[in-house]
């Protein structure tokens, strides 16, 4: 059996690291970048506690973000 016919797994060294990556992420842009890196987390199944977690900040920090800035928009220091 030669080294090409063998398949690696790609296992991530430092699950913390990965998992602060990803709250930066979902805090600097929510609802694309963070659900995005949320669900390919998910389809790992030694990630699913970190996406549950960065999941939950990017849709609480999205939804919090709307409001502000509608809120801002309404106070005239935003522009529509």
């Known amino acids: 059996m030669?080294?090409?016919s063998k398949q690696e797994?790609?296992?991530l060294k430092s699950r913390k690291k990965w998992l602060w990556i990803g709250i930066v992420i979902a805090l600097?842009?929510?609802v694309f970048s963070g659900l995005v890196i949320g669900?390919?987390?998910w389809t790992e199944?030694?990630?699913k506690?970190?996406?549950k977690i960065?999941?939950?900040i990017?849709?609480?920090w999205g939804i919090i973000f709307y409001y502000l800035s509608s809120w801002l928009v309404g106070q005239g220091y935003l522009p529509i």
């Open 2 to 4: 030669d080294d090409s």
């Open 9 to 11: 797994k790609l296992s």
């Open 28 to 30: 600097l842009n929510p």
């Open 39 to 41: 669900i390919a987390f």
């Open 45 to 47: 199944p030694e990630l």
């Open 49 to 51: 506690k970190e996406a």
């Open 54 to 56: 960065i999941l939950a």
């Open 58 to 60: 990017a849709v609480v």
